[in-house]
DNA sequence: GACCAATGTCATGTG
DNA sequence: CACACATGACATTGG
């Protein structure tokens, strides 16, 4: 229990050093609630560095002794420790970075523009707005979008992996391992949920289909005078039972407008809006109006049925990046959409009429049509081909970002939307305190969460519009920085099975199985020693000598597993300190030919230079066994083998300091080697915590794209449906005296300009003090 | 000879 | 309490 409360602890710890390191700005406690257990993995990984293996008590359940920590040849406990690694890589990437690379580099140019941005790639937004929009090939373009929406899910790592294509099943595999991988992040899972998705896309095809039962509506105006409105027997226009005397206060009842915002975006599928009709006409106190003309201004058509999901939370997630948006639209496209004069409403900005003359029945009826489904598709080329001025930058939605955003406009009004921002100042509040208006709140309170997203964008060096190349740079970025994307057990097991032990007087049989290197001499042991020791007394030279401790007698397994492994190679050392290398394993033992009489006494110098310092001084203390069994006997047998020589006080002393530093420099090497783990998991959840950043930047960027388009396409709707609007002359209404204002339960009204920057002023300030 | 990395050793804490 | 281990700090060693 505490192991697990340390390890948690420390993963916790290291997690939140590694996101402070990095300054990644992702809600831990959105994503790590939900998601913690496989974040917790991915940033600790199944790591044998936080792992504390009891090699001792493996030793001691091994056959007593003779297994080194270093030298473990434990097919059973690495194999299964592999094994075991395996499996638990199974949910998690663990292969070579520069393979994800590779990926990636392979995928992006495969997935149009860049995997990550479909048909409505950011090299594409500048350019093919207003040809695609406007152009013949409406129909190509829905294909494209159409084939864009798959891609974008899978990129945004809420479906499964494309089927189609010409991915091939190895591509699939990958994808759906870094789909599992994204999932485990927890990135936007509650955004790009699939089932959530698809929950979406029901909604939506179950509008469309309900439009496509009101075929005949729009056109014959039944349903709108069973619904108490007037048709305008010019226009066919639906208005409201006739408002005495409401002549500021002309509302209307737009539900052919509304279908056509509903159409794009489902509003009040799930909105749960807390604004009611006494409260829209709250903010408007210096009207009034019989109670009736209120309830006939209402739509029935936007009641919230869906049950809400979590939508706060969307929201949030979405607004904190969609705002940014705000200022592009309202900068480029907005102001060019309505910087005409005041008094001129349909020239070219109001022009739907004068240079495309629409058939207003058809296009609203057309407009019903749709679902807010796949795509925009459902606007008509007529629609479509709406003469806006800065519809270069406008583009096809994106279906899975409008799929995705659709209930997220659901719970909000989209009166700020609605309203030019230039013609009434204060487009995203329309409505004052009186009047609940979530969108404008939120649109106001998103926009300065946009400042922030904005300086953070900045700060790190993050250009929206360079997406797609900052996505290829963190990629290659973290595939050049390491190859620390092995398995950290696959490192312990593999440095462990490389390693091995063996005394220093067993330096011959070093090469062998560390089991075979404790080969049980018995008490009198001592067998090779005895060879040693001939020499040293050949060289009449005994007693400690310290330049000879360098080279610690190390049985030696495979040298190629060691540089197979590339990313043991900048480990540089042998951190098998028992071992010697293959060099010394070979020197050791000279092939006979060469082995003159000159030499022998060179190999002897040899020998005892690696010899440690404890080896030398049991020699020249003659303790009767090897430093290993010293070291590496359990305490019982240690003591029985104590017991059965007649040792002086010194000789015991000397054995149990090399016992003790024998066991500490085994500890030490254990001790080092997980330190380096866990520098080198560090270092890969690094890599993938920079990953994870540049993904959730470049899907913050698809986000802010395709609010970005929906705002034009409800920029372009707004402009259509005031554009039809006709007084009782049949005259088209003037957008600097009157402006479209949608109310929280659907209801879409005219009210006059005024009106409007009044409430929007209202509007303004509540954010502000609730801010403080 | 300074510097550095690797390694060994000691003291101490933990289980 | 003994034992084994972990680990920080320091020492040693060799390049």
């Given at each position: 229990m505490l192991s697990l409360k340390k390890y948690l602890t420390e993963g916790l710890l290291q997690f939140t050093i590694l996101l402070s390191l990095i300054g990644v700005r992702v809600d831990v406690d959105t994503y790590l609630t939900s998601q913690l257990p496989p974040l917790r993995e991915i940033i600790l990984g199944p790591s044998s560095a936080y792992t504390q293996t009891q090699f001792h008590n493996l030793r001691n359940t091994l056959d007593g002794y003779g297994i080194h920590p270093k030298s473990i040849d434990l097919d059973n406990y690495f194999t299964a420790r592999r094994l075991l690694s395996q499996v638990r890589a199974l949910d998690r990437f663990q292969v070579p970075t520069t393979e994800v690379n590779a990926w990636l580099v392979h995928r992006d140019p495969e997935g149009s523009v860049s995997g990550s941005q479909p048909s409505s790639g950011l090299a594409l937004e500048s350019s093919s707005g207003l040809q695609d929009v406007t152009g013949p090939d409406n129909g190509v373009r829905e294909s494209e979008t159409e084939q864009g929406f798959s891609e974008d899910l899978e990129d945004l790592g809420a479906v499964a992996p494309p089927v189609s294509g010409d991915l091939t099943k190895e591509d699939i595999d990958l994808i759906d391992i870094l789909w599992r991988q994204d999932i485990d992040l927890g990135a936007g899972r509650e955004v790009f949920d699939y089932s959530h998705r698809q929950k979406e896309q029901d909604v939506d095809k179950e509008l469309r289909d309900g439009g496509e039962q009101e075929d005949t509506w729009a056109g014959e105006g039944a349903e709108a005078l069973a619904r108490n409105l007037l048709v305008d027997g010019e226009t066919g226009e639906s208005f409201p039972a006739q408002v005495p005397g409401g002549e500021d206060q002309t509302a209307l009842s737009l539900e052919e407008c509304l279908r056509l915002l509903e159409a794009t975006c489902p509003f009040g599928e799930n909105a749960e809006f807390p604004a009611d009709i006494s409260s829209i006409t709250e903010a408007v106190p210096s009207e009034s109006e019989p109670p009736a003309l209120q309830n006939n201004l209402l739509s029935p058509l936007l009641t919230g049925t869906e049950s809400p999901f979590d939508l706060e939370q969307q929201w949030q997630d979405l607004m904190s990046i969609m705002e940014m948006q705000a200022m592009e639209v309202n900068t480029s496209a907005s102001e060019i959409l309505y910087s005409a004069p005041p008094g001129d409403p349909l020239s070219t900005n109001y022009s739907l009429a004068p240079n495309t003359p629409i058939n207003q029945n058809v296009s609203l009826h057309q407009a019903s049509l749709g679902g807010c489904s796949q795509d925009f598709s459902l606007f008509s080329p007529e629609v479509e081909s709406l003469p806006v001025a800065s519809s270069s930058t406008l583009l096809p939605l994106v279906p899975s970002n409008s799929t995705s955003l659709n209930s997220t406009f659901g719970s909000t009004n989209l009166a700020g939307l609605f309203f030019p921002p230039q013609l009434n100042g204060t487009a995203n509040d329309t409505a004052g305190p009186e009047l609940p208006d979530p969108l404008g709140g939120l649109l106001d309170e998103a926009m300065l969460d946009e400042i922030s997203l904005m300086d953070l964008a900045i700060e790190e060096g993050f250009n929206p519009v360079q997406a797609s190349q900052l996505e290829e740079e963190f990629d290659s970025d973290s595939g050049l920085s390491l190859d620390s994307s092995h398995s950290p057990s696959s490192l312990s097991s593999s440095e462990g099975s490389s390693s091995s032990s063996s005394s220093s007087s067993s330096s011959s049989s070093a090469s062998s199985s560390a089991s075979s290197s404790f080969s049980e001499e018995g008490a009198v042991g001592y067998s090779s020693d005895s060879e040693t020791l001939d020499l040293e007394e050949a060289e009449g030279a005994v007693g400690y000598?310290?330049?000879?401790?360098?080279?610690?007698?190390m049985s030696y397994q495979d040298p190629s597993q060691l540089s197979c492994l590339p990313y043991l190679e900048h480990v540089g050392h042998n951190h098998t300190y028992n071992m010697a290398p293959s060099a010394l394993d070979s020197a050791d033992l000279p092939p006979p030919s060469t082995l003159k009489k000159g030499s022998k006494e060179k190999q002897a110098d040899f020998l005892d230079k690696q010899m440690s310092r404890d080896e030398h001084r049991a020699r020249a203390m003659k303790i009767p066994f090897t430093n290993d069994k010293i070291i590496n006997l359990p305490v019982e047998e240690f003591n029985e083998l104590l017991s059965k020589y007649q040792l002086s006080e010194a000789q015991l002393s000397l054995i149990r300091d090399i016992r003790r530093r024998g066991k500490n420099k085994m500890a030490a090497q254990n001790c080092r080697k997980r330190k380096l783990d866990t520098i080198l998991n560090l270092e890969r959840d690094v890599e993938d915590l920079q990953r994870d950043k540049a993904r959730l930047l470049r899907e913050k960027v698809e986000f802010l794209r395709s609010l970005r388009q929906m705002k034009q396409k409800v920029q372009s709707l707004y402009q259509e449906v005031f554009g039809r609007l006709r007084d009782e002359n049949g005259r088209p209404y003037s957008p600097s005296q009157y402006a479209l204002q949608y109310a929280g339960d659907g209801s879409v009204l005219l009210i006059p300009r005024t009106m409007a920057d009044q409430q929007a002023r209202r509007q303004e300030r509540k954010p502000k003090d609730r801010r403080k």
């Open positions: 000598q310290p330049e000879y401790s360098k080279f610690c007698r």
